[in-house]
């Protein structure tokens, strides 16, 4: 009887990260299309923070070959290498570093959700991430916070200081909880909750004002005035307060900052008028008056209209609306 034929053993395969050095690729792996888990982001983050595989395994508490054959499938799964070697070191390869980019941004979402878990562990209810006005960050709300605190300790706060344009930018996108602005005509996407009313008032250098009392719009010198942007909602203002004097709002010099038209006053370039918040923050720099007639806006509390306020935020809104009512009088 013949001998049965021999059956053709298939070609060794090669294993997924071509030429590897311990576990790393020297070029490109075939394959791809594949889909990528959260335990490989994690070993290439590690890899790619520490610099070597060695270090990595310590960070994570594994294997150096358990790392490398997680980086090797990692590699099989998207069909490009992600480090190679120089010398002794590792190198991440340009696609590597894209996305590092966005595996920066999962570890910060992961550390906001440990802090989350850490909060809830303690009993805390919440962090609030908080968008401000400059002007409303060195006056109003430090106080505001201290109180709600002292009430609520558990509780962390995130501050941001932004602009009323980066601010609903940032609520919309459920970056913040809550933004707390000047009066802004109404906006898609937002609620607006009022604070309370607060004066705008007339700021010179020490000295520069006779008399006491307040300033009367007609009586400001136009070609010292230190204007803000007419966009702003207390540009806006101005702008009406002005025309309903009869007066044309024409600053000699205009900034977009509340605090740099202060800075401006206290070095003797002019006059300038502000809200409140700024110029109390400036103390014994700025001589302050009221102005005639007495010109005051809203402060608002601003959240998304996706995501509803949380009792948490609609208590510290009315944290906020106490502390303003109990500010001093201006002189």
């Known amino acids: 009887m013949a001998p049965a034929p021999q059956r053709e053993r298939p070609p060794a395969r090669r294993r997924a990260g071509g030429d590897a050095v311990r576990g790393i690729p020297g070029r490109p792996p075939a394959g791809g299309g594949g889909v990528i888990r959260l335990r490989h982001i994690e070993a290439f983050y590690a890899i790619r923070k520490a610099g070597s595989v060695n270090a990595a395994a310590k960070i994570l508490n594994i294997s150096q070959p358990a790392l490398s054959r ?3 499938h990692a590699e099989s799964l998207i ?3 992600l480090f190679t070697r120089a010398g002794k070191r590792l190198v991440p390869t340009v696609e590597a570093e894209i996305i590092f980019v966005e595996a920066e941004k999962i570890y910060r979402g992961v550390e906001e959700l440990r ?3 850490k909060n809830l562990k303690g009993g805390a209810v919440t962090n609030l991430r908080v968008g401000l006005l400059p002007s409303l960050g060195v006056g109003l709300a430090p106080q505001a916070i201290t109180a709600f605190r002292a009430v609520n300790p558990l509780v962390t706060f995130e501050i941001r200081t932004l602009n009323h344009d980066d601010m609903l930018a940032k609520l919309r996108s459920l970056e913040i909880d809550v933004g707390v602005a000047f009066d802004i005509r109404k906006q898609p996407g937002i609620a607006s909750t009022s604070i309370g009313e607060a004066d705008l008032v007339y700021v010179d250098r020490p000295g520069a004002l006779a008399g006491t009392g307040p300033v009367p719009l007609t009586g400001i010198d136009a070609d010292r005035l230190i204007g803000l942007d007419l966009d702003s909602p207390v540009g806006t203002l101005l702008v009406e307060a002005f025309g309903n ?3 044309d709002y024409s600053p000699a010099i205009q900034v977009y900052t509340y605090a740099v038209a202060a800075a401006f006053a206290t070095e003797g370039a002019g006059c300038a008028i502000l809200d409140e918040f700024t110029a109390r923050s400036w103390g014994h720099r700025l001589d ?3 102005l005639d007639p007495r010109l005051t806006f809203s402060v608002v509390a601003l959240t998304p209209e996706l995501a509803p ?3 948490t ?8 609306r106490r502390t303003l009512q109990a500010r001093p009088a201006l002189v």
């Open 313 to 320: 935020v609609r208590n510290f809104v009315d944290t906020l």
């Open 115 to 117: 802090r989350l878990v």
């Open 70 to 72: 997680t980086i090797q």
């Open 245 to 247: 004097s009869g007066l």
């Open 79 to 81: 069909g490009f290498a």
């Open 309 to 311: 306020p949380t009792q």
């Open 288 to 290: 302050i008056r009221p």
